[in-house]
C-alpha cells in the first residue's frame, strides 16, 4: 500500500514538472484580451470584451520557436453592449468557457504565425485557425490575432439565423513574459 502511494507521488511530481517546463503563463496585463462583435442579431448592435482571458505558450528550448498556444476564457466575464449573447448561445449556465488549444503552428514571417487547433464552445471542439502576429516589446512577448468561429459547428441543428449568424469575429491579444535563458548544462 506505502510503495503504491509513492509511486502516485513520484507519477504527479514527474508530470508536474514536466509540463512546467518550458511554459510560460501570460501576465498579469489589464491590455491582454479577447472581444467579439456581430453585426445582427435579436439585439443590435452586440459586442463584447474580456480581460479575463488566460493564455499559455511553450517553447523549444533549443530554438526559442513557440511550440504551443492555448487560451481559456469565462463567457460570462465579456463586457459591453448586448455583451451576454456569447454566454446565451453558448447556454452558459452549463458550458462557462470557452477555450482553444494548438496542434500545428506554422511561421509565415519573421512575426507571422498560423496557429491551428482546436475551440471549445459548447462542450463541442471545432477546428479553426488563429492569424498571430508576434512582437517582442520590452521583455514581453504580445501576440495579436484574429480568428472567426463558424456557430454550425458547435450545434447539433443550426439555430434560425436571425437569432445566430453562421460566424463570429473574435480578435484577441495576449501578453507574456519573455523566456529567460539560463546558462545551465
Excluded at 509513492?6 to 514538472?17: G, K, L, P, S, W
Excluded at 439585439?43 to 492555448?70: C, H, L, M, R, W
Excluded at 466575464?77 to 503552428?105: R, V
Excluded at 443550426?158 to 484577441?172: A, G, T, W
Amino acid at each position: 500500500m506505502k510503495r503504491s502511494n509513492f509511486f502516485r507521488f513520484i507519477t504527479i511530481v514527474f508530470f508536474t514538472c514536466y509540463t512546467v517546463i518550458g511554459a510560460y503563463a501570460q501576465v498579469n496585463d489589464s491590455s491582454t484580451q479577447i472581444s467579439y462583435k456581430v453585426d445582427f442579431g435579436p439585439t443590435y448592435p452586440i459586442e463584447g470584451d474580456s480581460n479575463q482571458v488566460e493564455g499559455k505558450i511553450e517553447f523549444n528550448d533549443e530554438t526559442s520557436a513557440i511550440e504551443k498556444v492555448s487560451f481559456e476564457v469565462p463567457l460570462n466575464s465579456f463586457t459591453g453592449i448586448n455583451s451576454g449573447y456569447l454566454e446565451w448561445i453558448a447556454n452558459g449556465w452549463y458550458n462557462p468557457d470557452m477555450s482553444f488549444k494548438s496542434n500545428k503552428i506554422t511561421k509565415t514571417s519573421d512575426n507571422k504565425l498560423v496557429v491551428k487547433g482546436y475551440l471549445e464552445f459548447r462542450r463541442r471542439n471545432a477546428p479553426i485557425e488563429i492569424d498571430l502576429i508576434r512582437k517582442d516589446i520590452n521583455n514581453k512577448i504580445i501576440m495579436e490575432g484574429n480568428f472567426d468561429m463558424s456557430t454550425g459547428d458547435y450545434f447539433t441543428f443550426h439555430p434560425p439565423f436571425e437569432l445566430v449568424p453562421s460566424r463570429i469575429s473574435f480578435k484577441i491579444k495576449l501578453i507574456f513574459d519573455e523566456p529567460v535563458k539560463s546558462n545551465m548544462s
